[in-house]
């Protein structure tokens, strides 16, 4: 039975663009957003250009005429206090967020961010009303050593630990292999398919199947328009988590029509 599960794919910016090619971005996949069919879009500026990206998507309460919605790309996990220079989960809903990326291997291996640290955070997103998108993936070292389903299991039980099942729902994972994020190897639907599945038997023992059956599973490293239909076609894909394709519309929509 072909899952009910609305397909997401987001755009993962990262530290790029300045503001005035950050609005004129965000206009253009909201000019051109039905060429994604039904497929959901996020659109996750650098934190200083979301009121502008906001702006140029008309959000209001979160929600954009063209239906176009926006992420942060991390966050602190309290509401407000003397953390200099964080940036607090009501500050993100505040500017018209809807989602937030957590966890990155960027944010894991750069700035040493644990699954507790993610597990935390993610609690603090879900009670502040945002969808957390929550990133787990294994280097190749760990690949090559046979290790992918220990690390990824730490990760999603560790990031995802006790969490009611009706806020387990809400969250959505990404499956990005550190090894394929910007490097341009993206791995095979069929690499990819076996991690996801192995994602969704976790989130199954976490909460129930039909929990498991309704959390959307994004894959990131290297989509791009020519290989989005081969991870599309795989059961347990919903969506993408794109970095480099995402920075021009053309690629970025093309990716989010694939899954369509
Ligand atoms: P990439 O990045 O598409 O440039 O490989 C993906 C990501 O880091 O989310």
């Given amino acids: ?59 209001s309460g979160g929600r954009s005429p063209s239906g176009v919605a926006m992420g942060g790309q991390n966050m602190h996990d309290k509401v407000s206090g003397a953390f200099t220079g964080e940036v607090a989960p009501p500050m993100l809903v505040d500017l018209g967020c809807r989602y937030v990326i957590l966890g990155h291997s960027e944010r894991r291996t750069l700035f040493g961010e644990t699954d507790a640290a ?34 990824v299991s730490a990760q999603v039980n560790g990031s995802l630990a006790g969490l009611p099942p009706a806020d387990l729902e809400r969250v959505v994972v990404a499956y990005e292999p550190v090894w394929a994020i910007g490097t341009g190897k993206v791995a095979t639907p069929a690499q990819a398919q076996e991690v996801h599945a192995l994602i969704r038997g976790l989130l199954a023992a976490m909460a129930s199947p039909d929990v498991a059956g309704r959390v959307r599973i994004q894959y990131g490293g290297s989509v791009k328009p020519d290989n989005a239909a081969d991870l599309a076609s795989q059961p347990d894909i919903d969506g993408a988590l794109v970095g480099g394709a995402s920075l021009k519309a053309d690629d970025f929509l093309g990716i989010a029509a694939a899954f369509c």
């Fill in 1 to 59: 039975m072909p899952s009910t599960r609305r397909k997401i794919v987001a755009g993962n910016w990262k530290m790029n663009l300045d503001r005035a090619a950050a609005e004129a971005l965000a206009s253009a996949v909201a000019a051109r957003q039905a060429e994604a069919g039904g497929v959901e879009l996020v659109l996750c500026p650098p934190g200083v250009y979301l009121a502008a990206v906001g702006g140029a998507l008309k959000l």
């Fill in 118 to 151: 993610v597990n935390v955070k993610t609690k603090a997103a879900l009670a502040a009303g945002l969808t957390p998108i929550v990133c787990v993936g294994e280097s190749l070292a760990e690949r090559e050593e046979g290790r992918t389903q220990a690390v």
